[in-house]
Structures are given as C-alpha cells and as structure tokens.
C-alpha cells in the first residue's frame, strides 16, 4: 500500500486555489472580470475547474495566468499544476495568444493581382513622366543648371528641405502634439507585452487588445480617459505632455482615470 504523494493529495485544486486567493482578496467575480476582461461566466467555471469554456489549453493557460495575477498567485506554479492534471503541456505558443487570443483576428491578406496591377500602373507613370522631363530638358539644354548656379542667393539654394530635420521620436512628438483643450495618452510597453483597454468620457470602449513589448499607443479625449493595464509596471505612461513616474507593479492589474489636468504631480 503507498502512503506516498499525500502533499499532492492535500493540495487544493487549481479552480479551488483561484476561488480561495480571490475571496482572501476580497474581490467578487464581477470585481475579476473587469480588471482582466475575462467574462465572468468563465471565471466562476475555471473556479469550478470546468475549462470547456475556454476554448482549449491554450486560453485556459493563459486565463490562469491572468487570474493568478490579478489573486496575487504564482502564475507559473497554478498552470504547471493544470499541466499535471490535463496531460502534460502542449507545444510552445507565442506569447500574444495569451491574453484573449480569441479577441483578436488576423487581417485579410490582400490577392497579389492587386499589387501586381499597381506596380505596373507606376512603372507606366513613371516612364510617362520620364519622357516629358527628358524632353524639355533637351529643349533648354541651352540654360544653365540650378546646381551649378553660385550659392549667393539663399532664397533657394539655401533653404534647407522640410524632409531633412531631424525628426523627433514618437513618443516626444507626440507628447509635444498633445493639445491643450483635450486630455491625451500614450502607452507605451517597455517590460514585456501588456494587455491594455481604454474607456472614453461616455463609457464608450475606444481601444482594446494586447500592447506588445516596444509597441505605443496614442489616445485622445475631450474630457476624460479610463484605462486598464494588464502590466501597469511594464507600461510607460504620458499624460497630457508629462511622464506617469509609476503606473503600478510587474505583472499589476490597475485602473486608472485621466482627465485634461491631469497629472498634477508625477
């Protein structure tokens, strides 16, 4: 008779571990459901240790992973746990499809006949154009070149092309953009992908889905922006032209609010 794996044994379920960690927090389900965007129907079900509404392995992973996080569970431990008790894990998934992966959809790829005729149209422009600038030029060959022309008239020469200065970086260029009359956002992810949504004044959902690592996003409102961070450490924030100094934590879910005066400090 073995008397071994009692630990195992012991050891509450996955399902059970999620529901025990949320109730030590003091949060409900609804609570959950808004801060992961997870639905609730399928919260109360994996606290049930019922996946099949999921939609395979991998979103049950990466629903646990949200939830863990946002119970204050260790991520990596609960779903080497659902590991062990569903089989063993599959192969290796990129990381995007994590977060609400059924959320998002691949674009249409355009038929290569499109591209093909646009290609040919601007070869046929270009050829058009050539000819007509090759024929006025042996027409007034006479003339003198405005390259070789001295350089003491700076009304021409010396003007510098608009196409030349130095642009900003996207991030300071659209900070220096930021208009007065409007509260404006920009997120970017510098640790690790981040899964982001944002509300306008009205409650109405402008922006949702997952912010990868060295990705940015710009949002703009006449009064105010209510946002949720997946990973509120890894996301770097400006508000209308100033630097959020501390958004939240690694791996933290926070919701924050903005409006036109905002920040008033840091």
């Not at 005729?117 to 003198?144: C, D, H, Q, R, Y």
């Not at 982001?196 to 997952?210: C, M, P, T, Y």
Request: proline residues 6%; aromatic residues 4%.
């Amino acid at each position: 008779m073995s008397i071994g794996n009692s630990s195992d044994q012991d050891r509450p379920s996955v399902g059970r571990a999620l529901r025990q960690a949320r109730i030590d927090a003091r949060l409900t389900v609804e609570e959950i459901s808004t801060s992961t965007r997870v639905r609730a129907p399928i919260v109360q079900a994996i606290e049930q240790d019922d996946y099949s509404r999921c939609g395979g392995d991998v979103y049950a992973r990466g629903h646990l992973r949200t939830l863990a996080r946002a119970v204050g569970l260790d991520a990596d431990a609960l779903v080497e746990q659902y590991d062990a008790e569903h089989g063993g894990r599959p192969e290796p998934t990129a990381p995007a499809t994590l977060f609400e992966a059924e959320r998002i959809r691949p674009e249409p790829r355009r038929p290569n006949w499109t591209a093909a005729m646009v290609a040919a149209i601007v070869v046929v422009i270009g050829f058009v154009g050539f000819t007509l600038v090759s024929g006025s030029g042996s027409e007034e060959s006479g003339k003198p070149v405005a390259e070789d022309t001295p350089s003491d008239s700076p009304s021409t020469s010396e003007k510098p092309s608009p196409s030349k200065t130095s642009d900003p970086k996207p991030s300071e260029s659209a900070i220096a953009g930021a208009p007065a009359d409007k509260v404006t956002v920009r997120m970017t992810a510098q640790n690790g992908n981040s899964w982001v949504s944002a509300k306008d004044h009205n409650g109405k959902l402008v922006h949702e889905g997952v912010l990868k690592e060295g990705d940015s996003k710009t949002l703009t409102d006449d009064k105010r922006l209510d946002l949720v961070l997946g990973n509120a450490g890894g996301v770097k924030l400006f508000v209308n032209g100033k630097e959020v100094e501390h958004a939240g934590e690694v791996g933290q879910v926070q919701r924050l609010s903005y409006t036109r005066g905002d920040p008033e400090a840091g």
